[in-house]
């Protein structure tokens, strides 16, 4: 069967599908959550469009009390899984393109969600219809079960799991090609200052972020009983540190914003947090304790440091690589202090225990207290098993790449499955965009990987 023909054929229908899809503003939204919309609205919007597109395909849908649901097809006991997402993150600032548009330029089609996660569902829905369509017999059942809070903590799946089966084996399009055969643990991490407010704190407000999976691209502080000479330091440090910011003075008091550039927590090297810009620029402003002691642990412990070196949560080994630390939600009150709330990637063979002991006693020291507020542990298939292989087989015929599986920081669907990896979409050599402005899909990157996505299908599911 050639894939790419008939996926090539069906390419205006995939780039429409997925530019109703990205219309809908599936943002984790707790003002419209209620026990008929967990999530919100706009992602059970997105779960129904999907539920709903797939039923009139002849697909047999479930909705699993609007948590999640999936779209089947094929017979027999076993049950391949293909698990997505049509959450995604909010928006934030710097987008050129309309973030829920769907607007396709020179080849790519720009949007939130447009390559995590929205676009390789459609590619994989793509691939699950060209089967179907040419009536290919399957001795397994083929199932995509469609999430809608894969952003905010798999709540969905999680939940869905309580009343549907565990698939045999699956993956999930939700990251890079060839393959990710190891997910890092994704632990969660509150920093909060114990102490040491006094009455006039000169930080009055801080705040960045509003995930702790995002690099924070914008941080604001009110600030008071500072010098004039603020101003001028403060111009100095944007065109030292080549950022962007804005300080006004309103009745003695500074309100100050600073830019940087947002990017996925697993790998926050890729983005420029704003809070830790601001708070070094404030190291050098502020005295009072809480608030030097506040803006000191900022920049001591993630300035030029993604590992956690100072904290002494640092950790690499061969399988996975190094740990990663992204301070997403960072907040500073005059009368409660600090709270730094963070996403934690460590490797695969971490001793999670005895780093948190030895970090919490570290953090002591910094004036700060340590709680794991969520902990997933890490996921791993050996690459010489045979499901891993039948997918690298696939993926190589359609490419010239032979490279080896990958490990990554991000968390996927594939980790709640007993024998699940991540598989695609992202090319080698394309740029990740997930969680960024402007984020896109190149179009014709979408209808490859609906090729291999259908031949994957057939490999593992199809009648031998």
């Given at each position: 069967m050639d894939w790419i023909k008939l996926a090539e054929s069906r390419k205006a229908e995939l780039v429409s599908e997925l530019q109703q899809l990205i219309q809908i503003e599936s943002v984790l939204d707790p003002e419209t959550s209620s026990g008929n919309a967990p999530f919100g609205e706009g992602p059970?919007?997105?779960?129904q469009y999907m539920l709903t597109i797939g039923e009139q395909q002849g697909f047999t849908a479930k909705n699993i009390d609007?948590?999640?649901?999936?779209?089947?097809?094929?017979?027999?006991?076993?049950?391949?899984?293909?698990?997505?997402?049509?959450?995604?993150?909010?928006?934030?600032?710097?987008?050129?393109?309309?973030?829920?548009?769907?607007?396709?330029?020179?080849?790519?089609?720009?949007?939130?969600?447009?390559?995590?996660d929205k676009g390789p569902t459609m590619?994989?829905?793509?691939?699950?219809?060209?089967?179907?369509?040419?009536?290919?017999?399957?001795?397994?059942?083929v199932r995509m079960i469609i999430g809608t809070d894969e952003e905010s903590g798999f709540r969905c799946v999680d939940h869905y799991f309580t009343k549907e089966e565990m698939p045999t084996i699956g993956f999930a399009p939700d990251a890079d090609f060839p393959l990710i055969n190891a997910e890092k643990g994704i632990s969660i991490l509150d920093f909060s200052q114990k102490g040491n407010i006094v009455e006039d704190e000169q930080i009055i407000a801080f705040k960045a972020g509003v995930r702790s999976n995002m690099v924070p691209d914008t941080a604001n502080a009110i600030i008071q009983n500072v010098t004039p000479s603020i101003e001028e330091a403060f111009k100095a440090f944007l065109q030292e540190n080549s950022t962007e910011g804005t300080l006004t003075n309103e009745d003695g008091r500074y309100i100050i914003t600073m830019?940087?550039?947002?990017?996925?927590?697993?790998?926050?090297?890729?983005?420029?947090?704003?809070?830790?810009?601001?708070?070094?620029?404030?190291?050098?402003?502020?005295?009072?304790?809480?608030?030097?002691?506040?803006?000191?642990?900022m920049v001591n412990t993630f300035?030029?440091?993604?590992?956690?070196?100072?904290?002494?949560?640092?950790?690499?080994?061969?399988?996975?690589?190094?740990?990663?630390?992204?301070?997403?939600?960072?907040?500073?009150?005059?009368?409660?202090?600090?709270?730094?709330?963070?996403?934690?990637?460590?490797?695969?063979?971490?001793?999670?225990?005895?780093?948190?002991?030895?970090?919490?006693?570290?953090?002591?020291?910094?004036?700060?207290?340590?709680d794991v507020a969520s902990n997933s542990a890490p996921h791993y298939v050996p690459e010489e098993d045979e499901f891993v292989q039948t997918l690298l087989n696939v993926y190589r015929k359609y490419t010239v790449d032979n490279s080896k599986p990958l490990s990554t920081g991000g968390g996927t669907y594939a980790r709640t499955m007993k024998k699940g990896v991540a598989f695609g979409m992202l090319f080698p050599g394309e740029p990740d965009v997930a969680h960024q402005a402007d984020e896109f899909v190149v179009v014709d990157n979408l209808v490859r990987a609906a090729a291999i996505y259908a031949e994957a299908i057939v490999e593992l599911a199809g009648k031998k």
């Open positions: 059970l919007k997105a779960l609007n948590y999640a649901g999936h779209l089947e097809m094929g017979a027999g006991e076993e049950l391949l899984g293909i698990l997505c997402h049509v959450d995604v993150v909010p928006v934030g600032d710097s987008w050129t393109h309309p973030p829920f548009k769907g607007e396709v330029v020179d080849g790519k089609l720009y949007g939130r969600g447009a390559i995590d590619a994989a829905y793509l691939a699950m219809k060209m089967i179907k369509d040419a009536g290919i017999e399957l001795d397994k059942r830019k940087g550039k947002a990017a996925h927590a697993m790998e926050p090297e890729k983005g420029r947090n704003a809070a830790v810009l601001l708070s070094k620029f404030l190291q050098n402003i502020v005295t009072t304790k809480a608030s030097l002691e506040f803006v000191s642990f300035d030029e440091d993604h590992y956690g070196s100072n904290v002494k949560l640092d950790y690499y080994d061969e399988m996975s690589g190094h740990t990663t630390l992204n301070p997403g939600v960072v907040l500073f009150h005059q009368k409660r202090g600090g709270h730094v709330q963070v996403s934690m990637r460590y490797s695969v063979s971490y001793p999670f225990e005895e780093k948190i002991t030895e970090a919490t006693q570290q953090a002591a020291a910094f004036g700060f207290a340590l």
